[in-house]
């Protein structure tokens, strides 16, 4: 008795009896040996040997004879494979063809989704830096945490002591036309919170501050930025004058010369550090270390004197 298995008969010699997961690879071989053949001009094009230069400087220019010999040669290649294989037919084949080529277009336009948003992601992490200034955040710590805390790792941390003598040679804020600049200090620096100076009013280009502010330095971080930004206040929104970045490795060398090494501190010139602001202006820092054991004892006698009777 004859049975048919898709366009071949048992009688026939080349018929295979072989497991249908075994005739699957099989047919998943010749399919990518079909398409090896169709892309071979561009494969030996890539490749450095003198055949294959050889062989793509011959093909390039027949490449419409060679695509039609090679169509016809797949087509026999497929048919004759199908041919042997018994539980395979040439409706199925184009079923289970046509299916994977709308899996593979699905999974593609999936795959460019994702792919966009993590690139998405790296331009950002790239560039945060130049985003940042972009924007004008640079100088602000929007997410508080650092890699230390999460491995338990102790940091060099210690509280220093930032002193504002003056600022002088501002220009104008761009918002004031008829008014002086209402000056005062903004201080940014890791995670420290903000901290401001009073406002001057009607101070115009120049200032004398006279006031400090308490910060922690981590000196594990030397690259960390304290950013000092002098600003005039409006009615709606401070605006920006001019600003003074410096690093922590930087702070710790003005802390050199304008506190470790003076036994005695006066708001004078000998006692503060001139720097030049951006983009223009002057201002008089100086940077001290501060005694956190007498910080402490400070606290509990004011806190005895406020338990006193009046």
Known sequence: ????????????????????????????????????????????????????????????????VYFCVATYLNVFILVFTIGVLPDWTVNQFCVYFVGFV????????????????LFAFYVVFRFRNKIAIAT???HITLIRFNWRDLFGLRSRQRPIE?????????????????????????????????????????????????????????????????TLLAKDQSLLTNSEIARLTLSTRELCGIEDQTGKRRSTFSYDEDSFLELSLNPSGKIWIAVAPVDEAAEEERSLLLQEDSLLPC
């Open 136 to 138: 004008g955040l640079e």
């Open 102 to 117: 709308d899996w593979v277009l699905i999974h593609t336009a999936k795959l460019i989704t994702s792919l966009s948003i």
């Open 1 to 64: 008795m004859l049975s048919t298995h898709g366009i071949v008969h048992d009688k026939w010699p080349f018929r295979l009896d072989i497991d249908t997961e075994y005739q699957d690879w099989i047919l998943v071989a010749v399919c990518t040996l079909v398409s090896c053949i169709w892309c071979l001009p561009c494969i030996c094009g890539r490749l450095n040997y003198r055949a294959s230069r050889s062989f793509s400087s011959f093909v390039y220019t027949r490449l419409h």
């Open 162 to 226: 930032v002193f504002i003598w003056k600022v002088e040679g501002l220009q104008s804020a761009s918002s004031k036309f008829t008014k002086p600049n209402d000056l005062f200090v903004e201080c940014h620096m890791g995670y420290n919170e903000p901290m401001r100076t009073r406002v001057h009013n009607n101070a115009g280009s120049e200032a004398v501050i006279r006031e400090s502010f308490q910060l922690n330095i981590d000196e594990n971080s030397p690259d960390t930025l304290m």
